[in-house]
């Protein structure tokens, strides 16, 4: 059964044998430093309407990029307050 589930993800069309997989999971590290506000949260909103216009719709990218957008805002409210 775990191997089933694991093959599955393995071989899914967004599985870590993918761009769809590894793009995502590396901008978690672009989040952690949020080096450039503004442009973390232009890029965070820019490619989660992207990650829903894709096939297949990757939903590990649509959710990476709209924590980038919110913390990118956060950050920007921070320095303009």
């Known amino acids: 059964m ?3 589930k694991m093959r599955s993800f393995w071989n899914h069309p967004a599985g870590p044998k993918t761009v769809f997989f590894w793009a995502p999971t590396m901008k978690w590290g672009i989040i ?3 080096i450039n506000d503004f442009t973390v949260t232009l890029t965070g909103v820019i490619w ?3 990650s829903t216009q894709i096939i297949p719709i990757n939903y590990n990218l649509m959710t990476v990029n709209a924590v980038m957008a919110v913390t990118g805002s956060y950050q ?3 320095k303009i307050t």
């Open 76 to 78: 920007l409210m921070r």
């Open 2 to 4: 775990v191997m089933e």
């Open 32 to 34: 952690a430093a949020n």
């Open 48 to 50: 989660m309407r992207y």
